[in-house]
């Protein structure tokens, strides 16, 4: 095993816009996690002449994961060394861009688009404004990945300063293996303008999907349009290894066709810390490709609203009649036979009722499950299904979506930090998707299968309780025991022989 790379964060801000105060966040939640780090200020010039930039280098990984031993970390960046550039207006990234800084190989820039103009802008006879066009090509060209997005207009929205809202932009990126808390607390534990800046973060952590991780402005502010489908494929195909372009395209066409192209992006905007993962891991391309293949899965989960829609899809129907060896004008009868629970019933309500209709139910040992037989070829079950279907505008506002939303954020991230340790590790992290499927008692089985072991498998590698060499082995018995028992029975046989192996050599130590 060799030992992880820093991760190398430059930040240009101009003067009054906080970049100190960001600086001091970000370290303050690295050191907060375990994690070694260091940070240095360069001074900027007067006049919008250049910006002042700060640079921060974390060790993903805990001392007690590196043996105790410290890591020399750098004082300036270096060119082509720069895994993220976090710019506060439009220049600034470009000007990365131009001192060489980002590299497409290595760098995510998150740059706001709106435009402090500098001084030689000003001063010219005609217009003198550099073209935005030209600057937001040169980051979409010199760049891994990218999100550019108005940041000072929605730190104005949220009645904030930039820099909090750029703190919510990183910690939105999933580039550090920082929790979004853990930057909450470092805000708190700074003591200044606490709620404020909590705003910013929160309005810079979710204006990225917002923006769908893209926005090429005119010079006027604006939201940004959401793009088609055609244009998130294009941009897959661009921006993914060749192993996993096949499949990035195939999960944006799933995820469009599951709720709109707005989700779709969505999809496209969780691979990309996934992409700078798999680069920093070397890994090949393996971890992006499956990771974007359980992604795709995970965001078109089974939930009422999908089960509606399948029953009454024109391609089943065609099958069933083919299967039958029925002509076109032969008739015949479909009878579902269903019987959902309160967990599927309440799926689509808002989360607060929803929680408290299944808080009631726990509290009196009430778990309901209704019988029902409906004929999808009479007008009536029909009807009934199409309105269950018709519901898919709402999914985004139900409780089952915001369950699953939250979900994904978790894995992704457990995988972003497991790269920074092992491919391998990130990659069966990944696979361990497959546990989460279907709905009702399957989804429920699965889903405490892949909690339990994130919580005695997953989190106990990447704290470096468990010997990195284990690790990936661990977690892919834990997960074959979980797919080929889903009672759990094997699941806690096979947790028991991995406590059992990893707890030998610490013994054998003391």
């Not at 060489?100 to 500098?118: D, E, N, Q």
């Not at 769908?212 to 195909?237: F, H, M, W």
């Not at 359980?294 to 029953?311: I, Y």
């Not at 997960?479 to 028992?485: N, Q």
Request: hydrophobic share 45%.
């Amino acid at each position: 095993m060799t030992a992880p790379r820093p991760i190398a964060i430059l930040i240009a801000a101009l003067g009054g816009e906080g970049g100190g105060v960001l600086t001091d966040w970000i370290v303050a939640a690295a050191d907060a996690q375990g994690f070694p780090v260091q940070s240095t200020s360069i001074p900027g010039v007067a006049q919008r002449t250049g910006a002042t930039t700060y640079y921060i280098e974390i060790m993903p990984a805990t001392l007690d994961a590196l043996g105790g031993k410290r890591p020399i970390l750098a004082l300036t960046p270096g060119s082509g060394d720069v895994d993220v550039v976090l710019a506060s207006e439009l220049m600034e990234g470009a000007r990365a861009i131009g001192n060489g800084f980002a590299t497409p190989a290595r760098t995510v820039v998150l740059a706001s688009t709106h435009r402090s103009y500098a001084i030689a802008e000003r001063m010219a006879m005609g217009d003198g404004r550099y073209d935005i066009g030209r600057l937001t090509k040169a980051i979409e060209t010199h760049a891994r990945g990218y999100v550019l997005f108005d940041m000072a207009a929605v730190a104005k929205d949220a009645g904030a300063m930039i820099n909090a809202v750029m703190l919510g932009a990183l910690a939105a990126s999933r580039i550090l293996p920082i929790p979004d808390e853990a930057f909450e607390e470092a805000i708190r534990h700074d003591g200044k303008a606490v709620d404020a800046n909590l705003r910013g973060f929160r309005a810079g952590l979710a204006a990225p999907t917002q923006a769908a991780a893209r926005s090429i402005p005119d010079g006027k502010r604006r939201r940004a349009a959401t793009p088609s489908v055609a244009e998130l494929e294009a941009e897959a195909n661009a921006i993914m290894p060749a192993s996993a372009r096949e499949i990035a395209v195939e999960g944006l066409r799933r995820t469009a066709a599951y709720q709109d192209a707005s989700y779709a992006a969505l999809y496209l905007g969780r691979l990309r810390p996934i992409l700078a993962a798999d680069a920093h891991a070397n890994a090949g391309g393996r971890l992006i490709r499956e990771t974007a293949r359980q992604l795709a899965v995970r965001m078109t989960f089974e939930d009422v609203v999908r089960v509606a829609a399948a029953k009454i899809a024109p391609e089943r129907f065609a099958r069933i009649r083919a299967d039958l060896g029925l002509e076109d004008d032969e008739p015949f009868r479909i009878v579902e036979f269903l019987k959902p629970g309160l967990d599927e019933m309440v799926q689509v309500l808002p989360p607060r009722l929803a929680r408290r209709i299944l808080a009631w139910a726990e509290r009196h040992q009430w778990r309901p499950h209704w019988g029902m037989e409906i004929e999808t070829t009479s007008l009536f079950g029909y009807l009934r299904f199409w309105t269950l279907a018709k519901l898919r505008r709402l999914r985004p506002r139900g409780h089952r979506y915001a369950l699953e939303q939250a979900a994904i954020t978790q894995w992704l991230d457990l995988i972003v930090a497991a790269a920074q340790l092992s491919a391998d590790i990130a990659i069966e992290i990944a696979e361990c998707a497959r546990l989460i499927k279907g709905y009702g008692d399957t989804w429920q089985r699965g889903s405490a299968n892949y909690a339990t072991i994130e919580t005695q498998v997953i989190r106990p590698i990447l704290e470096g309780r468990v010997p990195l060499a284990q690790g990936a082995d661990a977690i892919a018995s834990a997960r074959t025991a979980a797919l080929v028992d889903p009672e759990g029975e094997g699941l806690a046989k096979c947790l028991a022989e991995i406590a059992s192996r990893t707890a030998a050599p610490r013994m054998a130590a003391e």
